[in-house]
């Protein structure tokens, strides 16, 4: 079975190709787009945007969802790429791991992973929120068995224009097919892609199945360290069919 899409163009597909800015622990949607593609794009030369997923995303508590935020610095009035966004306060690797200990630690799989996350929280690479994003999104994709390739947009040079820096990335990259998330159908100009014969298709993130979690009523929404603690080595059934 493939991936849930809705197909927009009819050129043949030969490289499938994601472009997604770096978010924080995501949600298994985030990881089901990579594991549909074959190489995802981190597009973190886009604008940093506040009280957004590039620096927080939400874990599950007894008292409900909470969200887990990075604290950055930020610069008004000026343009400030998510690549160039830093960490404002030492210690938050600590309190995100305590948080996360306190509210996972009686989850049947938190064990099995817990030696991986303390080592990427409490040894932290980089005072860049996007390398600490990237860093994170790698060990996940171990824990899952994705073998994407994960590149950058600053590997490629990029071009003007919302649709058409899309498409200029997907043509460095040797895309003939382009997978987007279903948000991006507001803006993209689904004609360009077709003129430059790149196959479009925007992800389907419904119809997800439940899995065994604590503290219900059951929440999707939310990191995707909620389903591997407490579905372990089975997360991937519980993600799309490719």
Known sequence: MEFPIEK??????????AIIQSNYIP?????DLIRAVDELIIFDD??????????????????????????VQTKDKYFQAIR???TSEPGWNKRHWKTLVTNYAKAPHFNT???????????????????INITFIHAICRL???????????????????????????????????????SAK???????????????HYADYSNYPTYPQLYP???HGVSILDLLFNAGPASIQYMKPL
């Open 8 to 17: 927009t163009t009819n050129v043949h597909s030969a490289k499938r190709v």
């Open 27 to 31: 949600w298994k949607g985030y990881f």
């Open 46 to 71: 886009m604008q940093y945007t506040r009280r957004d997923w590039r620096n927080r995303n939400k874990i599950k508590t007894p008292n409900g969802p909470l969200w887990l935020s990075i604290p």
């Open 84 to 86: 160039d966004t830093k």
């Open 113 to 131: 992973y817990k030696n991986v996350f303390e080592e990427l929280y409490l040894s932290p690479q980089s005072d860049y929120l996007s390398i």
């Open 144 to 182: 899952l068995g994705i073998q994407t390739h994960i590149s950058q947009s600053t590997d490629y040079e990029t071009a003007d224009g919302k649709t058409e820096r899309l498409i200029s990335l997907c043509k460095q990259a040797g895309a003939t097919s382009y997978l987007s998330g279903p």
């Open 186 to 200: 507001g803006y993209i100009d689904a004609a360009l892609f077709t003129d430059e014969k790149i196959n479009l």
């Open 217 to 219: 009523p059951f929440e």
